[in-house]
């Protein structure tokens, strides 16, 4: 650019151009010199220093400056001009003659001009940078989209495809893998309907992926219009809700299962009760007992069908913190045994029990919760007459827990399948002998969150074998024991079947107990008796809890006692 602007003047021995590293303070590599004024006030001065020249840019105003050898006011030895770019000093353009030379004045009133044409350059070629900038910007945000996206001219070419692309559909439209599935996802139709289209269309299409698996995707088309208003490409973006939709199944019969559930056992606590309250006289002693009994079993399968999804729903969303402690196997199943005894008693039922003794690091009222579920379903669909057998015994490194019943067994097919939410390998059986197609489900979590599994075997016709387990090994270090001075805890609640329940559950751990009816009864006792801990309940008549706590809190003799908070409050 510079020979083809200056070549044509002879005089025009040496030419630069020198870019500024800042308005402030630059490095200017020539030997030629430019004074004027820059928009913001102060000189620009590019001094003849052979080594380097510094540059303060601050002024309002910058022209074009000659530096003349001689006397002569028609030639100069060197020149300068400022390269502007947005507004802004960029740099400037230098020219200068040969030793003893003089420059031209045509030259120095070209120089303006090139400075131009220079900053137009520079202009020309930041925006190419932006502009390839945004593209890779566009480009990572499009290839980060959990998203097919791709886009086809007119005839159908796939113009470009990103990554999510190659990632769901096993390969890049360079491969052909677009070819492979072009009748299913890429659809004439559609595309048709969206090059004539205004806006974007959006319908939902199932296509085969490469590995054989039946996808479904959102597929949104949007036209592409150039200048003139004419469409000359198509921009699919396709979201694969496979998921989703498996998910809003899932919803939609969990809602359809339980909307049943509960309203089967309503409408027959509904007429039981009717028949009570409008024809009282028509029901013998007999018949009425058997309507109390009815709305009494009914309701008790709405709570229990009511507690287990509250607990599936607990331990799903991870709000079921596990408190492990060291236990004996045999210990936990003998609790299960003596929780059943009545159903198994009721049915014609005979349960044995055969642990083997080691131990284990769990939560016992989960295990024994899941040995619960497992007994209760065994005795519930075994003859009058049979036994259903509990036990534990090592196993591949495991602790293995069963129950084995001879009940009418389960299809293979169906084996994994029960442990799903309301999976009933006959629904009206276990209508019959109620139940809310939840227990397994909860058996399973149960398991899992003690790092371990849950299975069924069974063989049609002979009985089935549910099974559990957890890890046999111990930690390297156990919790210690809860342990008490001896001194007393003391319970306060103004309701005294909550204090009595407080108190059997505090005595069973090993405790004394002391009792206060209020606050201010607390308060005395604690500052009397000193015991070791205070459980507080938070609503009482008079000074409720949080003043109870404060006045504890600042009598020196009671403030160090730990208080914990009770209440039936959520």
């Avoid at 299975?455 to 387990?469: P, Q, R």
Wanted: hydrophobic share 40%; glycine share 8%.
């Amino acid at each position: 650019l510079i020979a083809r602007e200056m070549g044509g003047l002879s005089t025009a021995k040496i030419a630069a151009v020198t870019r500024f590293e800042s308005t402030e303070l630059g490095t200017v590599l020539g030997a030629w010199s430019v004074s004027g004024r820059l928009p913001s006030g102060q000189p620009v001065n590019l001094c003849n220093d052979t080594a380097a020249s510094r540059v303060s840019a601050t002024g309002e105003e910058c022209h074009l400056a000659a530096v003349s050898a001689g006397s002569a006011a028609s030639s100069v030895d060197r020149a300068g001009a400022p390269v502007f770019v947005h507004g802004h000093l960029w740099g400037a353009v230098s020219v200068g003659a040969g030793s003893g030379d003089q420059l031209d004045v045509d030259v120095v009133s070209r120089l303006t001009r090139f400075a131009d044409l220079v900053g137009l350059a520079v202009t020309n070629d930041e925006a190419r940078r932006e502009v390839e900038r945004k593209r890779d910007e566009l480009s990572a945000v499009i290839d980060g989209l959990p998203a097919l996206v791709w886009v086809r001219d007119l005839s159908g070419k796939l113009l470009m495809a990103n990554r999510g692309f190659a990632d769901l559909l096993g390969g890049t439209p360079e491969d052909g893998s677009a070819e492979a599935i072009r009748g299913e996802l890429f659809s004439p139709i559609l595309d048709a309907d969206a090059f004539s289209a205004d806006s974007t269309i959006t319908t939902e299409q199932d296509f085969t992926a490469p590995d054989g698996a039946v996808r479904t995707v959102l597929v949104a088309r949007s036209p592409l219009k150039d200048d003139r208003g004419r469409v000359y490409a198509l921009t699919c973006v396709a979201t694969d809700i496979t998921e989703r939709r498996a998910t809003e199944r899932a919803k939609d019969e969990f809602v359809q299962i339980v909307s049943h559930e509960l309203r089967t056992p309503l409408s027959s606590i509904r007429g039981a009760l009717s028949l009570l309250s409008e024809e009282p006289s028509a029901l013998d002693e007999t018949a009425r007992r058997r309507m109390v009994r009815i709305a009494s079993t009914n309701s008790e399968r709405l709570v229990m069908l009511v507690n287990d999804i509250l607990d599936l729903q607990r331990i799903e969303s991870g709000g079921t913190a596990i408190r492990r402690a060291d236990c004996d196997s045999g210990d936990l199943i003998q609790r299960a045994v003596e929780a059943m005894g009545a159903l198994a008693a009721e049915r014609g039922v005979e349960l044995v029990s055969s642990p083997a003794a080691f131990r284990v690091f769990v939560e016992d009222e989960r295990v024994v919760q899941l040995l619960g579920n497992y007994l209760s379903n065994a005795i519930k669909f075994s003859p009058p007459g049979s036994r259903v057998e509990v036990g534990s015994l090592p196993r591949d490194g495991e602790a293995a827990f069963y129950v084995r019943d001879e009940g009418p067994g389960i299809p293979e097919e169906m084996l994994e399948r029960i442990f799903d939410r309301f999976e009933q390998v006959d629904s009206s059986a276990s209508r019959a002998v109620g139940g809310t197609g939840l227990g397994l489900t909860i058996c399973r979590q149960i398991a899992e969150l003690h790092d371990g599994r849950a299975w069924a075997e069974s063989e049609v016709g002979v009985g089935s074998c549910f099974w559990f387990s957890v890890p046999l090994t111990l930690p390297a270090s156990l919790p210690e024991p809860v342990t008490h001075d001896g001194k007393a805890i003391l319970v306060c609640d103004d309701d005294a079947v909550a204090r009595a329940e407080t108190r059997t559950i505090v005595e069973a751990m090993g405790f004394d107990v002391l009792e206060a009816e209020t606050g201010e009864q607390a308060v005395a006792r604690a500052r009397e008796d000193a015991p070791s801990t205070i459980l507080l309940d938070l609503m009482m008549p008079g000074i409720d809890g949080f003043e109870t706590l404060i006045r504890l809190s600042e009598d020196e003799a009671t403030a160090a006692i730990p208080v914990v908070m009770m209440s039936s409050l959520p």
